[in-house]
């Protein structure tokens, strides 16, 4: 049933795409000016993603052996599938009048009127997926089946479903967060480059982390952590709040003091080395609430990122992460604290490879952002992740971390209690109740 898991995956991304049209929509009719780039990357990122595939995946492999096993679903899946035909058509008519209404042919609040038809068709379609499709595939289809269906949906070299597509995806929504208002997304005038890149894949051991212990005073905030991290892998450390995600990661980079135990890092043992040690071989941080220097300009603020390294490299480092966040090369001379949340969890992920890591610590870049920037702050992940990146990323949003991650980590009060691939841990009935919320 991998199958469903995809399109779980895809119709959250799809609704996210959705209320993000509805705040703009309403900020349309309020009076704010339409954005021809910011629709246009929506609407191609629509065409792409769900008409040229997502549908696609459902017409050809699951909707045909759903029909076969179940004569109820001829009836549900008739509507479905008719919505599937039309979407290109209502799609051709949306681009139509995004041009009326740049042209000053049509009216805000027509253009918002029909964007909010749109966006009610595509949640009600993703609830009849949801809540009557799904349950009955699960409930009739065979074994059998669901081998022939989730060996399409997993196939990570076609054309449609593989890594490659999977990046021109995130590619687009990119460009959507890139070019949505600053007030949802990153507000820039023009979307940077989230290069895939070619993923190196996992190799020897990198972190090697056992009986490590760390107090606050009297009170042990971690009681024994024994994990390790492979080169190129990324771990995901999830749990509730107070768990002891930052004190981990924070006793890893150094600027929180162990108690017990020890770390390797690269082969070496790491335990007494001050933090700027630490950074020097390459452990790098984003931490928690980002804790960007609000009164210091975009530009200095990476610099800092970069002061354990040669100062010959640093301007083309910056090049670097000005490609892949373009709004921080806009904004290079403003002090930090103009920019938005978004903006700056990017500066503080940006502000971390500015010291060239060979380990990456991620502290809860979600944290408190709007709901496209949260999916964008994952493709992010994503994308370091295939150039090769090792990270550790700390999230109280489990399911999205585990769902990129090769691994996770439950923390509970300071103590791992289970382990395993991301995967295993998404379908684990503790962690779905503990953390899903399923
Ligand atoms: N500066 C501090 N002083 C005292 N206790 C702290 C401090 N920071 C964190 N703690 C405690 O340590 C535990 C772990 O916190 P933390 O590492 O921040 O968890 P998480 O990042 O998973 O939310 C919590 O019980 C928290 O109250
Ligand atoms: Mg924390």
């Not at 460009?175 to 940077?192: D, F, K, N």
Request: aromatic residues 6%; negative net charge.
């Amino acid at each position: 049933m991998e199958a469903l898991r995809v399109i779980s995956e895809d119709h959250r991304n799809l609704w996210r795409i959705a209320a993000t049209i509805d705040i703009v929509a309403d900020e349309m009719e309020s009076g704010s000016k339409v954005d021809p780039a910011f629709f246009t990357s929506i609407f191609d990122y629509i065409e792409h993603f769900m008409d040229a595939c997502h549908h696609t995946k459902e017409d050809d492999y699951l909707f045909p052996a759903l029909r076969l096993r179940s004569e109820e679903a001829g009836a549900i899946l008739d509507r479905l599938q008719a919505e599937h035909r039309n979407g290109p058509e209502i799609l051709k008519s949306l681009r139509q009048q995004l041009a009326e209404t740049a042209a000053g042919k049509l009216g805000n609040a027509e253009f918002a009127a029909a964007l909010r038809t749109y966006t009610q068709s595509l949640k009600s379609h993703i609830r009849t997926e949801e809540k009557d499709a799904m349950p009955l595939a699960r409930e009739v289809l065979t074994a059998d089946d669901w081998a022939d269906i989730d060996r399409a949906f997993l196939d990570s070299d076609d054309p449609m479903f593989g890594e490659k597509a999977n990046a021109e995806f995130r590619e687009l929504f990119h460009r959507v967060a890139s070019l949505a208002p600053e007030s949802i997304g990153l507000g820039a005038q023009s979307a940077g480059e989230l290069q895939p890149g070619a993923a190196k894949g996992v190799g020897e051991v990198l972190l090697s982390v056992s009986g490590l212990e760390s107090c606050y005073g009297r009170i042990k905030a971690l009681k024994g952590i024994d994990f390790e991290v492979r080169r190129g892998e990324t771990v995901a450390l999830v749990g509730a709040n107070g768990a002891g995600k930052t004190t981990l990661l924070r006793t890893l980079s150094g600027v929180q003091p162990m108690s017990a135990g020890s770390i390797r890092f690269a082969g070496e043992d790491i335990s007494k080395l001050r933090s700027d040690m630490r950074m020097r071989n390459g452990i790098c941080q984003s931490p928690e609430g980002r804790q960007v220097f609000g009164p210091l300009s975009i530009e200095d603020n990476l610099r800092l990122g970069a002061y354990t390294q040669p100062k010959g490299q640093v301007a083309d480092d910056m090049e670097k992460v000005f490609s892949m966040f373009p709004i921080l090369k806009e904004k290079r001379n403003l002090p930090a604290g103009t920019l938005s949340g978004g903006q700056q969890q990017m500066l503080a992920i940006g502000r971390a490879l500015m010291g060239r890591p060979k380990l990456l610590l991620l502290d809860e870049p979600s944290m408190g952002l709007a709901p496209l920037l949260v999916q964008e702050v994952f493709n992010v992940v994503r994308t370091l992740k295939a150039q090769g990146m090792t990270i550790i990323l700390a999230e109280q949003n489990a399911f999205a971390a585990l769902a990129i991650a090769d691994r996770g980590y439950v923390l509970e009060t300071g103590t791992i209690t289970l382990s395993g691939t991301g995967q295993e841990l998404i379908s684990n009935e503790q962690v779905r109740a503990a953390y899903l919320g399923m």
